[in-house]
């Protein structure tokens, strides 16, 4: 036999068990019909609100997933090929064959025979076809039959004595012989040679053109939630174009979807929610929709690289947009237009258990190079509505209790366990610094991958934990090494460069530089100095040597920190360098003797360049330091011999006694100037 001839021996003719049942139930609804003439006139509204509905407009949609279930039904993989005409639109489908209890959903209204995870709920959705043709064929293996408008309008007005203006289609249906059938249509029989079941459509005048767009707007992403469809074609002769979607496993949970030369890769987890253990509302309400079903699947496709909002799908795409990235597909409860979906009991109890889908797998959506992308696909805070919010709700507290955070240098760890460096890290200095130290920081701190201000955001949602730039240094610097003190040098000079009118303060409280005794300390350059010399020096710390010796971190200690080698003017620059931009010196002891360390020339223009502003106090005879502009010294008006009568005005000359000259080059006198301004002309 040819293999035509095989094809036409496999096909029932009228004669079927199919052929026998459609007549069967045509004279039992003919006998309805004429028995309660009023459920002619609600049939047509039930057809009526279908296409009214949200099914007016998912001819495709419908007819490709009805597909897939037969596909589901025989255990697949199988393919389905759509061709559009210019006259009628075909989809034929491998897999299971119609049986009785389809064909009698197809003639009733809400009597799918479906279950488990099959697609279809209530059988409406074959209806549709309304919307573009008065005369759908069906042509399957077990049996085939059409249904006519024109010729169902005659039957049921034949039964009634009062015939209405109006009468269903799709409630009475004439068996075929697909042979025949076949024989005087090319496609048809092309199609029969291998599918189990074919439907065509001859459409109605315009409506190939919408059809036409739908086709060129179908969603390749279908086949991830169908996986028995091993492709899908989809062939608009009518335009010249078509489409072929393939799908392919990559390794578990990632599958491949192939059309017209263009791969992506995407990440697919399934789960399901057993109906005895929803609350009973929410089991009221599925029993209703899912009479036949004992669990509801639920499934999260994420792709290579998140693009935008994330979307809800009832297995075909919503309006509905949600936060968290990729398709999250279920069996929704969506309103009439099925586009929108219900804030109900049911809906939020699914998306609680499609939280702990996204909880348990979301690492897997880590890569070697990038683990931090894991974050991507989480919700913003940029909700799009109730539900979603709830949705990002459940999923962050479900993410609060997994090790899901990237650490370094490896794994993951508990949100609340993980630390997030400052704010800081994400300006450019100080990311490069973190790039080009990736071992300076002990356990407990994130990964650098995860060191984006959106990645960051969701972390923090999650429970991990921001430390400060004080706690950031003196972390690096914990292991009291000179290298690690290095890397704490180098970090505070990229923190200041970034960003020094914030963090100053904290970075000059931390202690991050190694002393040559082993200590770790502020860069206080009063009581720490570069250049250890020869001999003891007790009660003065000096920088580690290892640290001398790395080029950059001591150029930063000298340049940055003004850290100055242990000489007299060094200690003096130290010194004055802690004041720059001060008025007032807290401690004018310590300036006296350091300045008397130096000569007077020295000590000034240390004091004119590093301290212009500073107000110079003197010591009295009253052992207090006054402002030098309300002091004198011994002269004229203050005569040596009565210098105790005005000892809180007489400058004490055995205090200054190194430094007299000094005290008068900063403008001490032995009597008023009357172009001397006081302290308080300023």
Not at 30 to 42: F, H, I, S, T
Not at 91 to 114: H, W, Y
Not at 322 to 330: P, T
Request: aromatic share 8%; hydrophobic share 40%; proline share 6%.
């Amino acid at each position: 036999m040819t293999e035509n001839e095989q094809s036409d021996a496999a096909w029932a003719g009228t004669d079927s068990a199919i052929g026998k049942l459609i007549e069967k139930e045509c004279d039992s609804i003919l006998q309805a019909y004429r028995a309660k003439p009023a459920l002619v006139q609600e049939h047509v509204g039930i057809e009526r609100e279908i296409l009214l509905g949200g099914y007016g407009h998912r001819q495709i949609f419908e007819l490709v997933q009805n597909g897939a279930d037969a596909i589901h039904e025989s255990g697949g993989p199988g393919t389905i090929h759509v061709i559009l005409s210019e006259h009628a639109l075909y989809c034929a489908n491998e897999g299971q064959s119609i049986t009785q209890d389809g064909v009698r959903a197809m003639l009733m209204a809400f009597m799918s025979p479906k279950r488990g995870d099959a697609i279809g709920r209530f059988g409406l959705g074959f209806k549709s076809v309304l919307a573009v043709t008065d005369c759908p064929h069906f042509y399957s293996r077990s049996g085939s039959f059409r249904f006519d408008s024109e010729w169902s309008r005659q039957r049921i007005q034949g039964v009634l004595p009062c015939p209405p203006a109006e009468t269903p289609v799709l409630r009475l249906a004439q068996a075929l012989d697909p042979r025949t059938a076949a024989a005087e249509d090319a496609i048809l029989a092309g199609l029969m040679v291998w599918a189990a079941s074919v439907v065509k459509l001859p459409i109605r005048n315009g409506g190939a053109e919408r059809i036409s767009q739908d086709m060129d707007d179908f969603p390749p992403e279908f086949l991830l939630f169908s996986p028995h469809v091993r492709s899908l074609k989809l062939e608009d002769r009518a335009a010249r174009g078509e489409r072929t979607v393939v799908m392919a496993p990559e390794r578990q949970h990632f599958i491949r979807l192939s059309m017209e030369g263009q791969d992506s890769v995407w990440a697919v987890f399934n789960s399901s929610v057993g109906v005895e253990t929803l609350s009973e509302q929410a089991r009221q309400t599925c029993q209703k929709l899912f009479p036949n079903r004992e669990s509801l699947p639920i499934a999260w496709a994420v792709p290579g690289d998140r693009k935008g909002r994330g979307h809800f799908w009832v297995f075909f795409p919503t309006l509905m947009e949600m936060s968290l990235g990729g398709i999250l597909n279920a069996p929704w409860q969506t309103h009439s237009d099925r586009q929108d979906l219900v804030d109900d009991t049911l809906n939020r109890e699914i998306m609680s258990n499609a939280a702990t889908l996204v909880a348990d797998n979301i690492v897997s959506l880590a890569t070697q190079d990038d683990p931090g992308r894991v974050l991507d696909f989480l919700p913003a805070r940029d909700d799009t509505g109730p539900l979603d919010r709830f949705l990002a709700e459940e999923v962050y507290s479900r993410l609060a209790a997994k090790d899901c955070v990237p650490v370094f240098p490896g794994g993951y760890g508990l949100p609340v366990n993980v630390t997030l460096r400052p704010d800081v890290v994400l300006q450019e200095e100080v990311g490069r610094w973190l790039n080009e130290n990736p071992n300076a920081e002990p356990a407990g701190f994130c990964h650098p991958s995860v060191e984006t201000r959106e990645r960051r955001a969701r972390t923090e949602r999650m429970g991990c934990r921001k430390t400060g730039v004080r706690e950031w240094l003196e972390a690096v610097a914990k292991a009291a090494t000179a290298e690690a003190s290095i890397r704490a040098i180098t970090l505070a000079d990229a923190i200041l460069t970034a960003e020094r009118w914030r963090h100053e303060d904290d970075i000059k409280q931390s202690a991050f530089v190694l002393t040559a005794s082993g200590r770790l300390v502020a860069p206080n350059t009063e009581e720490l100095f570069l250049d250890i010399p020869a001999g003891e020096q007790a009660g003065v710390e000096f920088v580690h040597p290892g640290i001398l010796e790395h080029e950059t971190a001591c150029r930063i200690l000298r340049e940055r920190f003004k850290f100055q080698p242990h000489t007299p003017a060094g200690r003096f620059r130290a010194f004055l360098g802690a004041l720059r931009g001060a008025r007032t010196c807290g401690n004018w002891e310590m300036f006296w003797q350091l300045a008397g360390d130096l000569n007077d020339q020295e000590a000034e223009t240390l004091i004119r360049e590093l301290c212009p502003q500073l107000r110079i106090c003197v010591r009295t005879l009253s052992n207090r330091f006054e402002s030098i502009r309300k002091t004198l010294l011994p002269g004229d008006v203050i005569p040596l011999d009565e210098v105790d009568l005005d000892k809180d005005v007489a400058i004490d000359m055995a205090y200054h006694e190194r430094t007299l000259d000094l005290v008068k080059k900063l403008g001490a006198v032995d009597k008023p100037q009357s172009d001397v301004k006081t302290d308080e002309d300023d």
